[in-house]
């Protein structure tokens, strides 16, 4: 269970409460709703691969505000409930993210797909699975392959789980020393080692050896959706070159630059979301009135 504590007392009403997406998967999804009624579509979160809710509660504050937030727990963290052997691909995330979409029983455009990382790479994938249509896509820090040296191949291949304890400091070694850029963004770093120690090494695993075979370009062609892509550049376990790639194969896109990872998960995210889904429906409130005119 997530301590919700911060929240209550920001005044902001939570409830916690597992979905099923299939016979054999339950998910955490915990609501946010903003104490005064409010006529803003919905978010879900996705958040991204092994990460906590700890890691975005200035986020998800920030955003209960003014949204209705429902914060989606992923298949790997120890929060779900499963029964039996499952997978972990991405496509199995995604079909998860449409379940749940269909749970919430939401219109179509009445809510807005928002993740990060991994949980942004999903809402891609699951857009083919989707029977509602979203508002738009927020995606931050979108992965759009998911990078390992041969050598960590090799050992995720090898190395059993029941090792993972051996091997977590050498993992945050190796992202200390060549993955992060500990000297401007030492938080991220921090809130890195904190999923890590809060990971499930058999999910861990299992992700892992799917993960290695992703690649996200066949997906993006067919996607019509306006999308928010959030980068930073000085992140480089999100790749900002891969980011401005996808935002080229996407005709319906915006890009910012939030340049450091700490930023991307900062209230001042939100500021970037409100602004950009404003511009969003101005511009629909706009085509509505000439699409009228042109009627009348």
């Known amino acids: 269970m997530e301590d919700l504590t911060e929240f209550i007392t920001r005044g902001i009403n939570c409830k916690e409460r597992l979905i099923a997406v299939n016979e054999q998967v339950n998910l955490q999804v915990i609501t946010f709703k903003p104490v005064n009624d409010t006529i803003n579509p919905a978010i879900i979160f996705v958040s991204g691969w092994i990460s906590r809710i700890s890691g975005w509660k200035d986020v998800l504050i920030e955003m209960s505000r003014d949204f209705p937030v429902y914060y989606i727990e992923t298949r790997e963290k120890n929060s779900s409930v499963i029964y039996g052997e499952v997978s972990f691909r991405v496509e199995d995330f995604a079909r998860d993210i449409a379940a749940v979409v269909d749970a919430l029983n939401l219109s179509d455009g009445k809510f807005i797909l928002c993740g990060s990382s991994l949980g942004a ?38 190395f059993p789980p029941r090792f993972y304890l051996i091997m977590k400091p050498v993992i945050k070694w190796y992202l200390r020393n060549f993955r992060l850029d500990v000297h401007n963004d030492w938080t991220q770093y921090v809130k890195y080692c904190g999923n890590l120690d809060a990971a499930n090494p058999w999910s861990l695993k299992k992700a892992a050896l799917e993960f290695i075979r992703y690649e996200i370009w066949s997906k993006l062609p067919d996607i019509q959706i306006p999308t928010l892509l959030v980068s930073a550049s000085k992140d480089e376990l999100h790749d900002h070159e891969n980011i401005q790639k996808i935002s080229s194969m996407l005709p319906n896109s915006k890009t910012i630059d939030m340049e450091i990872n700490s930023n991307s998960h900062s209230p001042v995210v939100v500021g970037e979301i409100r602004k950009y889904i404003g511009e969003l429906m101005n511009y629909l409130d706009a085509c509505i009135e000439v699409s009228y005119r042109e009627c009348s």
Do not use: H, Q
């Open 121 to 158: 790479t999903s809402i891609v994938e699951s857009c083919r699975f989707l029977k509602r249509k979203p508002l738009c896509l927020v995606l931050i820090g979108v992965n759009a392959v998911f990078y390992a040296p041969i050598i960590w191949k090799i050992m995720i291949y090898l």
